[in-house]
């Protein structure tokens, strides 16, 4: 943990690739023995370790979460999954182009449906079962609300040919981050749509222009402008977060990262996840009076992982 003076703060990793991978054999080998049942217990042992190796103020963050816990969402995940694609295919086995249509139509508004409900619980999970010296995180959002946001992001999205994907990701985003809450801390997220639209179409034309050389800088804008427009709240403090991403650094992390993976064939994702880690913690500072002594535990315990499982699922990354 470095600390660069009494109002920056910058969290650290100490994780290593060589015992990540240890994890990662033993949790591909069980998972195969026991035809993907032991699937849940390898995340939950993979997170455990990642988490522990995350330091901030001295202390180390945990993951409370367990197998169990994620095999029951699994579960239900995977059944939900399943039930879908049952649908479907009743549907298609009707051998009629309308009722495949209604199959279709049932599919992706069931998929869209459990986009909203998989982060929701998914939030409410991992934050439950995440802790710092003994204090939760917690999530707040409401599921209804989240709904209508991806709903409506959706449709406009639709109609609009993609151009309101921007505009619906940042809403997104501002709903999630907003309720996210670390003890008596608030976060919030204070970037908006058209800004987030505007860099996006500039880094595209310019990545096209350069061949591809832009691309660098354009991925470092886009870290920059996720984490930067990040505040936490702590009664009357505002805490920023201040960003040092680089287009030379991005460049290096990514060759390295691609040649790694290249030539393991694929062997080295241990190293190349905690490269990434360590590549988002140095480049990340808080900015700002926070106080980490003046935390209060407000946040209430949360098991149901199914949200954190359809996720996983989904392939949709948690933030």
């Known amino acids: 943990m470095e600390i660069l003076d009494d109002q920056n703060r910058q969290l650290s990793f100490w994780g290593e690739g060589s015992k990540l991978f240890g994890i990662f054999i033993v949790n591909m080998l069980l998972t195969l023995l026991t035809l993907g049942l032991y699937y849940p217990w390898a995340r939950a042992a993979t997170l455990k370790y990642l988490y522990q190796e995350t330091e901030f103020e001295g202390s180390r963050f945990t993951f409370h979460g367990t197998g169990k816990e994620m ?16 649908v479907l295919f009743i549907f298609i086995w009707l051998d009629n182009s309308f009722f495949a249509f209604i199959g279709f139509l049932i599919f992706f508004a069931g998929t869209a449906l459990l986009t909203p409900i998989a982060i929701h619980g998914a939030m409410r999970y991992r934050m439950s079962r995440t802790s710092w010296r003994g204090i939760h995180f917690g999530y707040r959002g409401q599921l209804s609300e989240l709904i209508r946001i991806c709903i409506q992001g959706f449709l406009l999205t639709l109609v609009t040919f993609g151009i309101y994907s921007f505009w619906f990701e940042i809403k997104l985003r501002r709903y999630v981050i907003d309720h996210i809450r670390f003890g008596n801390a608030e976060f ?33 804008d886009r870290l920059k402008f996720l984490f930067s427009h990040i505040r936490i709240q702590q009664d009357e403090e505002t805490i920023k977060v201040r960003t040092s991403f680089t287009a030379g650094n991005y460049f290096e992390l990514t060759i390295i990262n691609g040649l790694l993976m290249l030539f393991t064939l694929g062997l080295a994702t241990p190293w190349v996840m905690i490269r990434n880690i360590k590549y ?40």
């Open 188 to 220: 919030s997220f204070k970037a908006n749509g058209t800004d987030w639209f505007a860099l996006n179409l500039a880094g595209y034309f310019i990545t096209l222009i350069t061949l591809g050389i832009y691309g660098f800088w354009w991925m470092k």
């Open 280 to 319: 988002i913690f140095d480049n990340l500072t808080l900015e700002g009076a926070f106080n980490p002594d003046a935390l209060e535990q407000t946040e209430d315990d949360y098991r149901d992982a199914t949200g954190d499982d359809l996720m996983d699922a989904l392939d949709m990354g948690l933030m």
């Open 71 to 86: 095999f029951i969402g699994f579960i239900k995940a995977v059944g939900i999954i399943l039930a879908l694609y049952l």
